[in-house]
């Protein structure tokens, strides 16, 4: 008989070479135990644990495909576009990545100053423990420093009180434009997919303002199923993939054991009538 249940994909996911907490081996195991059959690792703005997850990956019988979160800015909010099967060798991606990486340094700098000065001291040398180096320092970093020093009970208060995107001690700073990121990712040989849209507060008009000028620069994808997304919103961008052709993506965004609500591969299926992201690459 032909297998026809759905591929277990997991195409969203952080190791320790951004604000994640395992290394891309330990993140292959524990996909590959939770059933995941096709999987991708995609830190934020970085590369460097692309070759580790792909021959992890490969060992453990788990097809993979490299993987970015790029950071973008688009109409006053940040934006996340993710990449997959990009070539991780890819010059101008690399340089791409490299120089929003840049600018995470001194944003996190002006981050403990602002946290300082709202009676938080030494968070920036507190956060840069927890983080791979200085060009990967997240607010995700800041977020574990706060909860181990007490100032907060849990990541989401520290993102609720001080850090969200509208948040007193957040450092708004220009990462790459959508032009940028969706160019980088398509120039690498990748689709360009846009990250869990459930969490960004455009009204309707910027919205398909997004999605139309995304689709124009060559984007071809969106995220439905992701453990950003409530299910009532599953539902909501299955209707956004349909409406504008957008290829539909699935992943779990998780970065942390004790911290995720979803588990790496333990997402529910995509919602009938999609066509995956994974289809064009023969799965
Ligand atoms: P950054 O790239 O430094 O701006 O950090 C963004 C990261 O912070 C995201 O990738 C999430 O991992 C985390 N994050 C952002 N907003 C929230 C939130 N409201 N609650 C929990 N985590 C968040
Ligand atoms: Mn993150
Ligand atoms: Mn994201
Ligand atoms: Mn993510």
């Not at 190791?15 to 994640?20: E, I, L, N, T, V």
């Not at 507190?126 to 320092?137: F, V």
Request: glycine content about 10%.
């Amino acid at each position: 008989m032909t297998d026809t249940s759905p591929l277990n994909a997991d195409l969203h996911c952080h190791s320790h070479f951004s604000d994640g907490v395992l290394d891309p081996a330990q993140l292959a195991r524990r996909a590959a135990g939770n059933g995941v059959q096709l999987w991708s690792l995609t830190d934020h703005d970085e590369l460097a644990g692309a070759a580790q997850a792909g021959q992890a990956a490969r060992e453990l019988g788990m097809d993979f495909v490299a993987g970015v979160e790029i950071s973008a800015s688009w109409a006053g909010q940040t934006i996340h576009i993710v990449g997959l099967n990009v070539d991780p060798q890819d010059a101008a991606l690399q340089a791409g990545l490299a120089s929003i990486r840049d600018s995470r340094v001194a944003r996190g700098r002006e981050i403990g100053q602002r946290l300082e000065a709202m009676g938080v001291p030494g968070s920036y040398e507190g956060a840069l423990r927890y983080a791979a180096n200085p060009q990967s320092l997240s607010r995700t970093h800041f977020a574990r420093f706060l909860v181990e020093q007490g100032v907060c009970a849990s990541m989401q208060e520290v993102f609720d009180r001080y850090l969200d995107d509208t948040g007193p001690a957040n450092v708004r700073i220009h990462w790459s434009t959508l032009e940028q990121a969706v160019g980088w990712i398509v120039g690498a040989g990748g689709c360009a997919v846009i990250a869990h849209p459930g969490r960004y507060t455009y009204t309707p008009v910027q919205a398909d303002a997004l999605y139309d000028q995304f689709r124009q620069l060559g984007g071809q994808g969106i995220e439905v199923v992701t453990g950003s997304h409530r299910p009532e919103q599953y539902r909501r961008y299955a209707d956004v993939a349909r409406h504008y052709g957008f290829l539909a993506s699935r992943g779990s965004d998780f970065h942390a054991p004790s911290e995720s609500r979803i588990d790496l591969g333990c997402l529910p299926d995509l919602p009938a009538g999609l066509e995956p992201v994974w289809r064009q690459w023969g799965f």
